[in-house]
């Protein structure tokens, strides 16, 4: 029985709102074109048993991918720190940083200080003098905040910043492999289309159609639009939410 509810326990773990829109949705978006390749062009019929059959493999295909996911997150994020020089929630509280509004941030330090013993939060004139120490502090700060702040429904606007920034990183992260797979997929779409196009009959239905178009508007996107940029853009987005919580510790 216990063993039953642990795993119970680690199955809504899993399944629990940050899981499902931070890793298992980019899991879900970037199947969307292999997945409507294999439907549009190769179709069978489908009865109650193949249909539960194929659920539960997507199922199973989605928790192992998810994983996959987390990891080419994790190691983009490396990559993202090193390219914004440090870590957001770390850049923020800097002097130099414009991202929140100079007098806020100094209160922040002020509150910051007082809530953490050993935290001393540098001077402008400290911080250029020795910036590793200063980032150091900086981030013992803002790590602190994040632990104090973990309740959902005390702080709902930061957990839902935390989440767009995990979906963004992790979209990010399967870039490179998104594009890889995707232009052959496109291609084979449109010779299929086209071999379509060309019999007498010239059926084509809905479906061939929605698998082009899909995976050419996710190619695009992920080319166009998945940039270190747009991460940023909700990293920062988390920071400035993080911070705000200092006036309501």
């Known amino acids: 029985m216990i063993r039953l509810k642990r795993k119970a326990h680690k199955v809504a773990n899993f399944f629990d709102v940050y899981s499902l829109r931070a890793r298992i949705a980019p899991a879900a978006i970037f199947l969307v074109?292999?997945?409507?390749?294999?439907?549009?062009?190769?179709?069978f019929d489908y009865n109650e048993q193949v249909f539960s059959i194929l659920?539960?493999?997507?199922?199973?295909?989605?928790?192992?991918?998810?994983?996959?996911?987390?990891?080419?997150?994790?190691?983009?994020?490396?990559?993202?720190?090193?390219?914004?020089?440090?870590?957001?929630?770390v850049l923020a509280l800097r002097h130099n940083n414009s991202l929140i509004d100079n007098p806020v941030k100094q209160r922040y330090h002020r509150i910051?200080?007082?809530k953490i013993s050993d935290v001393v939060m540098p001077s402008k004139k400290s911080e250029t003098d020795n910036p590793t120490f200063a980032d150091s502090q900086y981030n013992i700060a803002s790590e602190w905040?994040?632990?104090?702040?973990?309740?959902?429904?005390?702080?709902?606007?930061?957990?839902?910043?935390?989440?767009?920034?995990?979906?963004?990183?992790?979209?990010?992260?399967?870039?490179?492999?998104?594009?890889?797979?995707?232009?052959?997929i496109l291609m084979t779409n449109i010779v299929l289309l086209f071999e379509k196009w060309i019999t007498p009959t010239k059926h084509i239905d809905a479906l061939n159609i929605l698998s082009v178009i899909s995976c050419a508007f996710l190619l695009t996107a992920w080319i166009f639009i998945v940039?270190?940029?747009?991460?940023?853009?909700?990293?920062?987005?988390f920071s400035r939410q993080l911070y705000k919580a200092c006036d309501s510790l």
């Open 33 to 43: 074109p292999p997945l409507f390749l294999f439907l549009a062009w190769w179709p």
């Open 145 to 184: 905040l994040l632990s104090n702040t973990r309740d959902k429904a005390k702080y709902p606007l930061i957990f839902a910043e935390n989440v767009n920034y995990g979906f963004r990183r992790n979209m990010y992260g399967m870039k490179k492999y998104a594009i890889i797979l995707y232009q052959p």
């Open 112 to 114: 910051l200080a007082e």
């Open 55 to 89: 659920i539960a493999a997507s199922t199973l295909i989605l928790v192992l991918f998810s994983h996959v996911v987390r990891s080419l997150g994790q190691k983009a994020q490396i990559f993202l720190y090193e390219k914004w020089g440090g870590k957001p929630s």
């Open 227 to 237: 940039r270190p940029s747009w991460v940023k853009e909700t990293a920062d987005d």
